[in-house]
């Protein structure tokens, strides 16, 4: 092989490395089942959901690469939510997000081996859902929307930004 020939391959190879490098799998597509309670064309639901996927992204998770998302959403009674927690977990995710108690709920009654992430729970440990937040014990970890006991931090907060409100109520 002639040194410009040899110059032109490596240059072509160079060039190609990083698409082919992206196209290579180096392990098996994850799978995250997501159990949205909003419908699907619902504002929040949808910044919810592009901000979960747009943070799995920086961490190296790409939609269509190395990861499937399986939305569903929806709203509906206690037995449309069981049903639509099953539907998800049918799908053999390696994790489920649960959006909301009623999810989190129906998600946990459907798996004990599946582990649940819970977003927008309002009182996880009061609702009997984990043992504590340090240690939430099963299947289950996540995120409360108030922990009870931030109430004393907040308040401290709003008379520091208001010194002149002298009443509030919650």
């Known amino acids: 092989m002639r040194r410009r020939e040899f ?7 160079t060039v190609a490395w990083p698409t082919l490098a992206r196209a290579q799998q180096t392990g098996p597509i994850r799978r995250i089942g997501v159990l949205m309670l909003y419908p699907e064309n619902d504002p929040q639901g949808q ?3 592009t901000t979960f996927r747009r943070a799995l992204e ?12 399986d939305y569903h959403w929806g709203t509906g009674d206690a037995d449309w939510v069981r ?4 539907q998800v977990l049918r799908q053999t995710p390696d994790v489920m997000l649960a959006n909301g108690d009623a999810a989190v709920r129906a998600a946990q009654q459907s ?3 599946v582990p649940i992430v819970f977003i ?3 009182d996880p440990v ?3 859902l984990v043992q504590s937040l340090a240690h939430p014990g099963a299947n289950l970890t996540g995120f409360a929307v108030m922990e009870p006991s931030l109430g004393a931090k907040l308040l401290a907060m709003l008379t520091q930004v208001a ?3 002298k009443r509030v109520v919650i």
């Open 163 to 165: 010194p002149r409100v």
């Open 7 to 13: 110059i032109e391959l490596l240059g072509g190879a």
């Open 111 to 113: 798996s004990r081996t």
């Open 47 to 49: 910044l919810r959901a």
């Open 83 to 86: 049903s639509a927690a099953a």
């Open 58 to 69: 920086k961490l190296g998770w790409v939609v269509g690469g190395n990861l499937q998302i």
């Open 126 to 128: 009061g609702d009997g």
């Open 120 to 122: 927008g729970s309002g």
